[in-house]
């Protein structure tokens, strides 16, 4: 099948070169003219750090099933079904902003000249399939034509780090559709999937958008609350990594995001958190379990400041602190909502002298404090291990593989004195204590 994927952002990116992977034919439209050059060059230029999706982009570029432009006529034009995976970033009152959606839209309905599919991969609220489709309506309606088309909500489930694996194996695929002929070209489009068993549910179209709110908002508050319980077990003597096991075998509770940590952070659950909490006060409805898992997961970073304020007894004028882990989450270069960035300030704010390092976002996090009056405070170490010499202590906000894995001697040996804040609990807390570590750890 012929596919457009309008926005070629992450989840533009990750669908079309999938898509792609399985036959289909995509061209991928962006308005931003340097990232699209970057991906038609030679040798390809990737906007995001994701694992294997370079080597699908060129596969699928070479196999000439995956193609760039930056013009939204061509892509319409050539194209039976058209995704819409523009940002929706939060407004300052959390809801979502939907002006880029909504311009898609409105440029399609002014563009199309036969049937199409157009279907919303952002994650959108409730209700905003049924605008698409107006605003399509109503281009159409002034250009005096009667094209039919359909509105599709298709809302992703990716993570990022696992982006690949996750829309090639998912749990499950979600599509809300509003006519028969939708839903044909919706079981078409992904009969790759469902040949191999994977699960395509057809639902409304209401019914998808909210799937994808409920899913994040489920998963965020699950977090919120075994962070909850790790700082309880920190007050009672129980043992986090015991009660975690506990819990996360009974069937009904399941292992997965049982891990305590400094919070969620990243593109997705902080703003569909709140997006969420928004459309149910709009609708005079008090999410109170909801609005209760933002707070927790702002107060979990804080926690962990005072946590290291309180060691060092309030002065941490000209301290050196070391600090790993800068990506909301291994295995991205993303610090959207990083924990990270909350420590750091607070630190700079107190006098601290910081030497920070990760495997992927640094550059990220130079820019984002490229302006900080206290920017000269920060070093950037090329290697973990090249960020310790002086610190008084080693903060851990990432559980990248690479700290899991540090020799622990030589940490040791490197700093001025063995002191460990770990907000991802990486280390076991006997071990280091064992070696002479003053180990802070979550629970
Ligand atoms: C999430 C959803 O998982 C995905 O389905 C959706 O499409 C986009 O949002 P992502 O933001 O990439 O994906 O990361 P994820 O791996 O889900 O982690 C989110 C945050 O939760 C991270 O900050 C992570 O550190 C934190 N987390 C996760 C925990 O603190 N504890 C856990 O047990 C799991």
Not at 41 to 61: A, F, H, M, R, S
Not at 196 to 207: H, I, Q
Not at 236 to 248: D, L, R, Y
Not at 343 to 360: K, Y
């Amino acid at each position: 099948m012929k596919l457009a994927m309008i926005g070629v952002g992450y989840v533009g990116l990750v669908t079309g070169a999938c898509f792609a992977q399985t036959g289909h034919e995509v061209i991928c439209m962006d308005i931003d003219s340097k990232k699209i050059e970057g991906l038609r060059k030679n040798e390809i230029e990737i906007p995001i750090y994701e694992p294997g999706l370079k080597d699908y982009v060129k596969l699928n570029v070479a196999a000439g099933r995956l193609s760039f432009t930056t013009d939204l006529n061509q892509a319409v034009s050539q194209s039976q079904v058209i995704f819409i995976c523009v940002g929706t970033p939060s407004r300052e009152d959390g809801s979502a902003d939907l002006r880029y959606v909504y311009e898609v839209a409105r440029s399609v309905g002014q563009t199309m000249q036969e049937y199409k599919i157009v279907v919303d991969k952002s994650t959108v609220p409730v209700g905003t399939a049924a605008r698409v489709r107006q605003l399509i309506a109503k281009e159409l309606a002034r250009r005096g034509t009667n094209l039919t088309f359909d509105v599709v909500s298709n809302p992703e489930f990716l993570r990022e780090g696992s982006a690949i694996d996750d829309f090639m194996r998912p749990d499950r695929i979600v599509v809300g559709v509003e006519s028969p002929e939708a839903e044909r070209i919706m079981q078409e489009l992904y009969k790759p999937w469902t040949d191999g068993k994977f699960e395509l549910f057809v639902m409304e179209v209401p019914s998808a958008e909210m799937t994808k709110y409920a899913a994040n908002s489920f998963l965020a508050t699950k977090i919120s609350f075994i962070n909850e319980i790790a700082n309880l077990c920190a007050l009672t003597g129980a043992n986090i990594k015991s009660v975690q096991k506990g819990m996360g075998s009974d069937k009904r509770i399941g292992p997965h995001f049982l891990y305590p940590g400094l919070g969620y952070g990243g593109s997705c659950f902080p703003k569909d958190v709140k997006a969420l909490v928004y459309i149910a006060q709009t609708l005079a409805y008090n999410f109170k379990i909801l609005e209760a898992t933002e707070i927790v997961n702002q107060a979990q970073r804080h926690r962990f400041i005072l946590e290291i304020t309180r060691y060092f007894q309030n002065n941490l004028e000209g301290k050196k602190l070391a600090l790993w882990g800068l990506a909301f989450k291994p295995e991205t270069d993303d610090i959207r909502e990083a924990p990270s960035l909350t420590i750091i300030e607070r630190l700079l704010e107190m006098g601290a002298e910081l030497s920070v390092h990760d495997p992927e976002a640094m550059k990220e996090v130079q820019f984002y404090f490229r302006k900080h009056a206290n920017r000269d405070r920060i070093t950037y170490a090329d290697l973990p291990e090249a960020a310790l010499p002086k610190a008084e202590a080693l903060i851990i906000n990432t559980e990248w593989e690479v700290y899991k894995n540090a020799e622990l001697n030589l940490i040791k040996s490197r700093m001025k004195n063995p002191v460990v804040f770990d907000g991802r609990n990486i280390y076991d807390p006997a071990k280091m204590r064992e070696m002479g570590f003053t180990y802070f750890f979550v629970g």
